[in-house]
């Protein structure tokens, strides 16, 4: 099989690998439908995470299972499944009480940019679709793989409820879907930070009320305008920085959540301004095993379409074009075709 | 009258000051029935927080209204009256979100540990009992209007639920009615973590069910221990230092819940551990008067007994040795009768 290596900052190569194999009785191998560059690709491509030496890249999949291992009943050879980023035995204490992504056995993928998947926990990790999806409906149930999973943690840690005002920092494509979860789960106002134009108009489809284009302070004094001045029920943080957790907490009315859902990369947070705000502050890695069944349904109902996010499509092969064009923001997130 | 003023590190004094009076329409002046000193009041005692001039000490009362300004019908000359450490005014957009202690108009007090005191905002900060209380319950009403409704924030902010499993960190009064909070909120097992024989004594008769002596992360191990090796659902941290945050933190399975209701001093949390674990964060000054109905219902009742942590019961006019037994852990906390 091929797939992407990232060999440096900057150097992601398309070369031939050994084909994946069940190692475990609980794995499965997978034919990728399609995959993507993620966000979070970017941090080693931008030096920010160190690369000690070549190694392959993607967790975000959609595919046709090929090979289960023994102990896998769940999914069958055929199937088209859909499995968080994560991977999780969903039957250990954490899995149960819903947190999937903290798995006792958890292991993250980090091989998907590949034509062919080896999947850890396969049992509890891999929800097969009602039948083959339509090729079309591809891009949306692969966004449920991570962001749009990540979108609506982001919206359920920060308690988004019926009639509450909603704000979420990032307009990359978790924040994008962060608005689609944010509707979902009744915000009445719901305000997208954001200064590109494109992502603004998706962010409006998705269901925003409002667009802020101010960042920091300027931000902050704008939303506090726009709610009262106490600031917003939730804030959804989806970018992962010091500075857009600041923004995010100090958004954020006494009593408010905040959820945050970008890795956070030198992000302190001062206790006695926590404390003196009143804020609940809740993030990780996305449940996405918790939401599948939901998040599925609402894609193949057509309620929802987060597959919008991937505004560039690519054969596989070009993965290091659709890396760069997301590092230049040519692309909100690239589509990559096997 | 009389009150106590703090002059420098250690240096309490009771002294003759300027009668309270009505400033604003909207004051009470009440006459101390009984006030206390509080675990917060030995920052400035051990010179953690500067003393710049002399000032007024003090901010739990319980007392009979003298005088009310002339916008406030809520309580009238004669009756028996508790209200929060932070004033309100029980209307603005933060008390209706039920965060009375980031009310618009808040004011903290500072006057209390004297025989008269002023009540700003005293509409919607003071509450009547039902007639004059007996003696015998006005320790545990003082205690409703800080330690005890503070106690209580713990457990809401770290969402303690029926059968659950919630650890207190902190063995100060604080701490202890943290324990009475956890047990009528229907926790399954509560463990204290106190090293002092009779805190530990009144942390089982408060409903304790295990307690851990050990502390840091031999303390967060032995939390491990008897949590099934993930950590408690709900860990209420009553402290306020980064050792204490940390062990709370470190003490709680994914996606649950820390309150945190010590004010922080040096408290930094890092947000990348934060993220992984999973963990609820909310703390700030507990919203007392959002309490303080059924509280004052729950003293008046028998049903809780938080007066309980005053071991040490002194006339007003021996303020001083207050401060001295409690910095020198010789008592939980100090009573003090005018």
Redesign the interface.
């Known amino acids: 099989m091929r797939g992407a290596l990232i060999y440096a900052p900057g150097d992601i190569r398309f070369e031939p690998l050994d084909d994946p194999r069940i190692l475990n009785p609980t794995d499965a191998v997978i034919r990728t439908a399609v995959t993507c560059v993620c966000g979070s690709d970017l941090w080693p491509y931008r030096g920010v995470e160190p690369t000690e030496e070549p190694h392959p890249m993607g967790h975000e999949y959609v595919g046709f299972v090929e090979e289960v291992g023994s102990e896998v009943t769940s999914v069958r050879p055929g199937q088209f499944v859909i499995g968080s980023f994560a991977t999780s035995d969903n039957t250990c204490?954490?899995c149960r009480?819903?947190?999937q992504?903290?798995c006792?056995h958890r292991e993250f993928m980090s091989t998907c940019q590949a034509d062919h998947v080896r999947i850890p926990n396969a049992q509890g990790t891999l929800v097969a679709t009602d039948g083959i999806p339509g090729e079309e409906l591809w891009p949306s149930l692969l966004a449920v793989s991570d962001v749009m999973g990540t979108g609506w943690w982001a919206a359920e840690?920060a308690e988004v409820k019926r009639g509450s005002t909603a704000v979420v920092v990032g307009d990359g494509a978790v924040g994008l879907c962060a608005v689609i979860a944010a509707r979902e789960m009744g915000a009445e106002r719901i305000i997208a930070m954001s200064r590109h134009e494109s992502r603004q108009r998706l962010a409006r489809e998705f269901g925003a009320t409002d667009i802020v284009a101010e960042r920091g302070e300027e931000g902050v004094e704008r939303i506090k305008e726009l709610t009262?001045?106490?600031g917003a029920d939730s804030v959804l943080e989806c970018v992962g920085t010091?500075e857009a957790?600041r923004q995010a907490l100090r958004s954020t009315?006494?009593?408010g959540n905040v959820g945050?859902v970008g890795?956070?990369?030198?992000?302190?947070?001062?206790?006695?301004e926590?404390?003196?705000?009143?804020?609940?502050?809740?993030?990780?890695?996305a449940p996405v095993r918790r939401y599948l069944p939901d998040l599925i349904g609402l894609v193949q109902s057509g309620r929802i379409d987060p597959g919008k996010v991937f505004d560039l499509t690519l054969p596989l092969d070009e993965v290091a074009e659709g890396y760069r064009a997301m590092d230049e923001r040519r692309a909100i997130k690239a589509l990559l075709k096997p």
């Not at 890795?263 to 006695?272: F, I, L, S, Y």
């Not at 926590?274 to 890695?285: A, D, I, T």
């Open positions: 204490a954490n009480n819903g947190f992504s903290n006792l840690a009262g001045g106490i010091g957790m009315r006494p009593g945050f890795v956070p990369h030198d992000v302190a947070v001062d206790g006695q926590l404390f003196f705000s009143h804020v609940g502050l809740r993030g990780g890695p």
